[in-house]
């Protein structure tokens, strides 16, 4: 990895520790489904709705045999239930009926599962089977194309942008530090550049301030 690289990640590990995933899981199960429903909707939410819906549907097939209105009046906080609940049902009746009940391991079989996308699919690869991936969510493609880590216009190309700067072996822990950043501190519409501590080397900071690259 070049200097600059470095210097972010070790600010980023100072400010974040090592950094972990947000949404509360105890398998593959519970965190493809919290995954699904965090779309556009915060994590801290997604944890009191997943409280109550794990309580009554715990795993694949409890899920995969449920209602979908009796699924809604549970999500219904996390926004979009009607399009969320048919896809964690219908994601967990294809597990069940083509995978034995087991969330498959590789990015190919993962896309097959409605609303599995590849950030989607990239995150339980990481925090499932520890296979080092990087999940491009609004808080990691906002951040590395404002740090300059990238230059990309699309999540796709950030990803792969960041595949070929960053070792492989900090792929998972880099995303878990890109996303609290960005949620803590390199906020969408209110950065909270006065507190944080890689402004000096941030590109979007230097344009705000007039300063050139």
């Not at 239930?81 to 087991?102: E, G, L, R």
């Not at 990239?122 to 404002?146: C, G, M, Q, W």
């Not at 822990?173 to 960005?182: A, C, I, K, S």
Request: proline fraction near 3%; charge should be positive.
């Amino acid at each position: 990895m070049n200097e600059k690289v470095l210097e972010i990640y070790g600010l980023l590990k100072e400010e974040f520790g090592e950094g972990k995933c947000e949404l509360d899981f105890y398998d593959d199960y519970s965190l493809m489904v919290a995954v699904i429903l965090s779309a556009q909707c915060t994590d801290k939410r997604v944890n009191q709705v997943t409280k109550t819906l794990f309580n009554k549907y715990p795993n694949f097939n409890s899920l995969a045999n449920a209602k979908k209105e009796e699924v809604e009046k549970i999500i219904m906080p996390c926004g979009f239930y009607n399009v969320k609940s048919k896809n964690i049902i219908s994601a967990s009746q294809k597990v069940v009926h083509d995978y034995n009940s087991v969330l498959p391991n590789n990015m190919d079989e993962l896309l097959r599962l409605p609303g599995v996308g590849r950030k989607t699919a990239n995150v339980l690869l990481s925090n499932i089977y520890n296979i080092p991936s990087i999940a491009v969510d609004t808080h990691v493609f906002r951040v590395s194309n404002r740090l300059g880590l990238v230059h990309a216009k699309n999540v796709y190309d950030c990803e792969l942008q960041l595949q070929k700067i960053l070792d492989k072996e900090i792929w998972s822990e880099m995303h878990h530090l890109l996303v609290l950043f960005g949620r803590y501190i390199c906020k969408a519409r209110k950065p909270s550049c006065e507190k944080c501590s890689l402004k000096n080397i941030c590109e979007e900071y230097k344009k705000w301030n007039g300063k050139t690259l």
